[in-house]
């Protein structure tokens, strides 16, 4: 049956071979069982000014936003100050290339999310926070009809997918001496996902298959965070972040419901086209088996040669790691800041920053293996400050360009391209 799917996009030389275009309809869904982007570690940019310098915050985080990224910065932080961000458009895109013999298969995802909120205070000598953060949000909904399939007349793809993960709980910094301060965040960890993948496919002699898979999952966690943050010259600050997030409690549920009249003895019941055409009661699957993701340590420099002037760099390390719910490689990724304010009340940030891929390079020859795409991205942001409060808007983009197999069973490599908009505001009060 693998020889036969290769072969589908370019010969038609039995039903078998047409069978392997049916099969198709199914085989796609390799590519929505997976969570919305979890190749890659930094789908979203969180904070207000952290954003604008594309996440390379870890030796400054002098503001709310700073509770995520490094806890330590609390210690510069004003007494009561509350910081909050709203990405007014998040899209995501992948083109699969040439999928189906002549077209691509796009993937599109468009929401718009609060995805940061943060309050700080300090009582006597003791900097306290609070803070929540969305740091993956997908919203897909695709509804395509394709008419160009050699012996497909009708290929029809109906998906809705959602995916949440947030971060939720309290900061704590102490001034260790005039120079270094020590802070801790512990967040709440939670995951919610659901998929609907509904296809129709119809060869071109009117047989037919129709496929549903649905797919439910969530889990909870802790993740903590701890920081350090090192300024032994008024001129320069360097910090250092560790975080993990430990899962204690997952629950997946798949459920896949499918029909056909294709009749064809080479095709067993168990790939979900019953031979003669006999409904096959929907299959259903549990699992309570637990990601181990990956610890992330974050090293931060800053250098502040003027009053004006701010240059940033965050060099951020993911560990490998393995187990049957997820399993990643190592990756290293670098962010590059700038800021400069024009006078008192107008600042800009710019930021430059890379999100490699966790999965392997894609190998020809291989089979069923995971989309490879490493990110570059670029960081604007304009802030406006009066007495006690400042507003920015910004805007990031991600590009990049890689391979996948989308086609399961098949050695059939895509070119894959990746693009990430958002254009965010957010607003920071003093009190």
């Not at 069978?19 to 979203?44: P, Q, R, W």
């Not at 019953?274 to 800053?302: C, F, M, Q, W, Y």
């Not at 999100?355 to 406006?384: C, I, K, M, W, Y």
Request: hydrophobic content about 35%; proline content about 3%; some cysteine.
């Amino acid at each position: 049956m693998k020889n036969d799917f290769g072969r589908t996009f370019g010969e038609k030389t039995d039903h078998s071979a047409l069978l392997g275009i049916a099969l198709l309809a199914m085989l796609l869904a390799k590519a929505t069982v997976s969570t919305a982007d979890e190749f890659h570690y930094n789908n979203i940019l969180i904070g207000d000014r952290a954003s604008g310098l594309g996440g390379a915050y870890t030796a400054i985080s002098d503001d709310a936003s700073g509770l995520f990224y490094n806890p330590a910065g609390l210690v510069f932080t004003r007494e009561l100050q509350l910081s909050a961000s709203a990405n007014a458009v998040h899209t995501t895109e992948l083109v699969y290339k040439d999928v189906l013999r002549g077209g691509d298969w796009e993937r599109k995802s468009s929401n718009i999310v609060p995805n940061y909120f943060g309050i700080t205070n300090k009582i006597g000598d003791h900097y306290f926070g609070f803070s929540y953060a969305v740091t993956d949000f997908e919203v897909e909904d695709q509804d395509s009809r394709f008419t160009n399939i050699p012996g497909v007349p009708l290929f029809i793809i109906n998906i809705n997918n959602n995916e949440k993960v947030t971060k939720l709980g309290p900061s704590y910094a102490l001034a260790i001496n005039d120079e270094l301060n020590f802070g801790v965040t512990l967040y709440l960890h939670e995951r919610e996902r659901d998929l609907i993948n509904n296809q129709w496919i119809r060869l071109s002699d009117n047989s037919f298959e129709w496929s549903n898979v649905y797919f439910a999952a969530s889990e909870s966690g802790l993740e903590p965070v701890f920081g350090l943050l090192w300024s032994p010259h008024d001129d320069w600050s360097f910090g250092l972040s560790i975080r993990k997030t430990f899962i204690t409690s997952s629950r997946s549920r798949t459920e896949v419901t499918c029909s056909s009249d294709v009749n064809n003895p080479l095709v067993q019941p168990s790939q979900c086209i019953p031979v003669g055409g006999s409904p096959i009661d929907p299959t259903i699957t549990r699992s309570d088996d637990e990601r181990d993701l990956p610890l992330n340590v974050r090293l931060g420099i800053a250098y502040f040669p003027t009053s004006r002037l701010l240059y940033s760099l965050d060099i951020s390390h993911f560990e490998e790691t393995s187990s049957d719910a997820f399993s990643a490689e190592e990756v290293v990724n670098l962010a590059l800041g700038l800021e400069y304010y024009f006078s008192a009340q107008w600042a800009m940030r710019a930021g430059l920053f890379s999100d490699n891929a966790n999965t392997p390079e894609v190998s020809s020859g291989e089979f069923n293996q995971l989309d490879h795409v490493d990110l570059v991205g670029l960081s604007l942001s304009l802030t406006r400050f009066s007495k006690a409060s400042s507003i920015t808007l910004g805007f990031a983009v991600s590009r990049g360009d890689g391979e996948a197999q989308v086609i399961t069973g098949s050695s059939q490599i895509q070119d894959l391209e990746h693009h990430i908009e958002t254009l965010y505001l957010s607003t920071t009060y003093n009190f």
